[in-house]
């Protein structure tokens, strides 16, 4: 089977600022999103990744260049697997767009949504998913990377979980995460990791709650501070931790074992 490494590209200012960059020319990474890239880059470094194909948007390419130069590859430039073509709402904020009666579309019946003189989501994932086929057939039992953004992942792993289009949202696809699919020439299909951007960090409350619900929750929050002990209980934000590499307090893993995983399943490893 070959594998393929889905890599979303690192930050950038205007997903820091939430504004939809799309396709706008000259967004480069900024310097938390390279230092992503760089670690994103040494975590694959132990896997026999034999190409490197890229979005052709900037940010894409920037990522997809540490990898690439880890490994003495050049990297690969396919438009089918680029930022979708948001036409008027390019460069918009997030919440100004929130506003529009499309938003709700978008969320809850993407199948139906096409931006502005822009794409329909139903064609950014036929596109980017034959684009993923045609770099399996190419690959049939290596490893490949292939940078892009986080709505062509989710709707590529959507289609290859068999998750209907309209549920796509539910996805998380994080900056420099890696997902993994494995594809079988026959036609088997296994996604062995999604979203995966290193230890493993719960979800704190604060992230949970809409700004709304945080306004509403700040004054409360600083009522009951007094009640609450020091390790965090009744949900104070401190009980929420990064695990450590090793979460039974172990050892930290073996990097090229721990990059292994990353490219294997559960029953493949064993």
């Known amino acids: 089977m070959g594998t393929i490494i889905l890599v979303r590209h690192g930050e950038n200012e205007w997903s820091k600022e939430n504004k939809l960059a799309g396709r706008i020319p000259g967004v480069h990474l900024n310097e938390t999103g390279h230092n992503q890239a760089h670690a994103l880059a040494q975590r694959l470094a132990a896997l026999p990744i034999k190409a490197v194909y890229s979005s052709p948007i900037t940010r894409c390419v920037e990522t997809a260049t540490y990898i690439a130069d880890t490994h003495r590859l050049s990297v690969q430039h396919v438009d089918e697997v680029g930022e979708v073509e948001y036409g ?21 019946f993407p199948s139906r949504a096409r931006f502005p003189k822009g794409e329909a989501l139903r064609e950014v994932q036929f596109r980017a998913v034959q684009a993923i086929e045609e770099i399996a057939a190419h690959h049939e039992k290596e490893v490949v990377v292939v940078v892009s953004h986080a709505d062509a992942i989710r709707l590529v ?50 992230n949970l709650k809409s700004k709304e619900d945080k306004k509403k929750g700040d004054k409360k929050q ?49």
């Open 88 to 108: 008027e709402w390019e460069g918009k904020k997030i919440k100004k767009l929130a506003k529009k009666p499309l938003w709700r579309t978008v969320q809850f």
């Open 157 to 206: 792993l959507a289609h290859y979980l068999g998750v209907h289009i309209d549920l796509f949202q539910r996805l998380v696809i994080s900056p420099a995460s890696a997902s993994v699919l494995a594809l079988s020439p026959e036609g088997m299909v296994r996604v062995l990791r999604i979203n995966d951007d290193g230890p493993l960090r719960f979800a704190t409350p604060d």
């Open 222 to 270: 600083a009522d009951d501070a007094a009640s609450h002990d020091s390790a965090g209980h009744n949900g104070n934000p401190a009980a929420w931790t990064t695990l450590p590499a090793s979460a039974d307090g172990g050892a930290p893993a073996n990097p090229a074992h721990t990059a292994r995983r990353l490219m294997l399943g559960k029953d493949e490893e064993e």
